[in-house]
């Protein structure tokens, strides 16, 4: 193992602690939004698992049901929209 100088790392480092500013997410509208891939494949699996009577179609819809509704925002949280994703 090599033995490194703190010292000398300090005095070298160019980073400025003064200018460092905290990250801000930037504001996104509701339409910028992207498209939530799961919940789309969670319903097309859901239907093929109903109209053909495919069980692993039926487990794959319920899974990517759930990673949709666990990706959720904040602003989507509105029970009659949670209730009626899970159905």
């Known amino acids: ?39 789309f494949i969670a319903v097309i699996l859901g239907v093929a698992g109903v109209m053909f009577r495919y069980k692993l179609c039926s487990w794959l819809a319920l899974i990517f049901c759930a990673q949709s509704l666990s990706n959720m925002k904040n602003m989507e949280n509105d029970l009659k929209q949670i209730s009626m994703a899970s159905m």
């Open 1 to 39: 193992m090599s033995s490194h100088n703190n010292n000398s790392t300090s005095v070298n480092d160019p980073r400025q602690p003064s200018a460092a500013k905290p990250f801000v997410a930037p504001m996104v509208s509701p339409q910028d939004l992207p498209v939530d891939y799961s919940g």
